[in-house]
């Protein structure tokens, strides 16, 4: 009896052991070594490892992966990656070398079902992405007066100079990083809304009061229940503001390490989820007297915005703009628009009122005789005429060369 006990027992703790293990495997993939992605950084034919110097004099170290096959005629998602604070540094290689989404998307399956070009800057050791303590897991730029981090106005910046060098799909920018630069993503998402189409944040802080904008934003965050060096705390807070919208979903892994980026970068059904996501771009249509718009409310970012205007009778539209870009208007009165390219911006029309010349009236004027008809019959009468004369002419040659043939044949 004691046997068939301490059976059972030891096939539960089997089963304990090889289950959790099991459900793992299922949600889970094979990523790349740090090594590895740096290898593959190293060969990238197109690759780039430069130093960017922004408008305010900072220099950051970036590496840039684009595709070995890449077509400037087709356009591909970005994926901006923010390393965390053991990543500090000017070697320009720490940031691809540690724990990244590299480690996920540069492996040979995703590589093929999702070709994409990706960001990864590196800040310096002596800052941050968002410089505020980590270990709440929560900051707040108005209490706290934390202002924007240098070089993070230095990444967006470098991230614009990608975007106008290669040929990115505008509606696919995704962003991503784990602990100091989960804390980035939650910051660049936040003050750029309408600029990325989806963000990935592991295990790093938000500014709650920044929050309200990214309703129903598409946000999957990770973090792991008992961190230590970053607190919950900050993505549990998030989670629980935005959820009502939808948008969010939030994977708690139940540990106490801070390292929640190699479950989060590996599961499953992460890239899928991320790379069917698209931006949009809202669109406001100016409101003014005289004039009425029709369109959508927003189009996918980077596509062609269409619509159309009407002006009310006696006005025009004689100027308009879109997102600084002067349109050109065949029609004032009505006409439709097209803007490839829209990636937001003011719609702006200048409307003028039309005065209308007064129509002049022509004075009745007494009937006049036709005078055409008498004309018509004066000119028939001459060629009458001439006609007669002709023939007479023509009688009395005929008579006399008769007469001398008569006196001819006589003698």
Known sequence: MKRIILFLLATA??????????????????????AQVKQIFDNSENSVKEVYKASNNKSLPYRLYVPDDYDPNKSYPLVLFFHGAGERGTDNNAQ???????????????????????????????SQWVLSDWGPGVYDHN??????????????????????????????????GMSMGGFGTWDIISRNPDKFAAAFPVCGGVDETYLDVLQGFPIWTFHNDGD?????????????????????QYTEFKS????????????????????????SSAVEYPTVEN????????????????????????????????????????????????????????IEVVVEEFKEEPTTSTPDTPDTPDTNDDTKAEKGGNTTTIIIAVAAVAAVIVIAGAAILLKKKKQ
Not at 13 to 34: C, H, N, Q, R, T
Not at 100 to 126: H, N, W, Y
Not at 294 to 314: C, H, K, M, N, Q
């Open 228 to 248: 230590t060096i970053v607190s919950s705390a900050g993505t549990k807070k998030a989670y629980e503001l935005l959820k009502d919208a939808g948008g969010i």
């Open 96 to 126: 691809i070398s540690a724990g990244s989404v590299m480690q996920r998307l540069l492996t040979e399956t995703e590589l093929k079902r999702f070709p994409c070009i990706i960001l990864a800057p590196q800040c310096p050791g002596d």
């Open 291 to 346: 004039v009425t718009f029709e369109g959508p409310d927003s189009v996918v970012r980077g596509s062609t915005l269409s619509f159309t205007f009407t002006a009310a009778e006696g006005f025009g539209v004689t100027s308009m703009t879109v997102g600084g870009t002067k349109v050109e208007i065949a029609d004032a009165k009505s006409g439709k628009v097209s803007v490839p390219g829209y990636i937001g911006g003011e």
């Open 143 to 176: 209490t706290m007066n934390t202002p924007v981090s240098p070089y993070m106005v230095a990444a967006e910046e470098l991230l614009d100079k990608v975007i106008a060098d290669y040929s990115v799909d505008q509606s696919r920018l995704y962003v991503t």
């Open 13 to 34: 703790m089997l089963f304990a052991l090889i289950l959790p293990m099991g459900v793992y495997a299922d949600e889970s993939v094979k990523i790349l070594s740090g």
């Open 256 to 279: 106490t390490a801070h390292d929640a980026w190699t479950a989060a970068y590996s599961t499953a059904d992460l890239m899928p989820w991320v790379f069917t996501k698209f931006a």
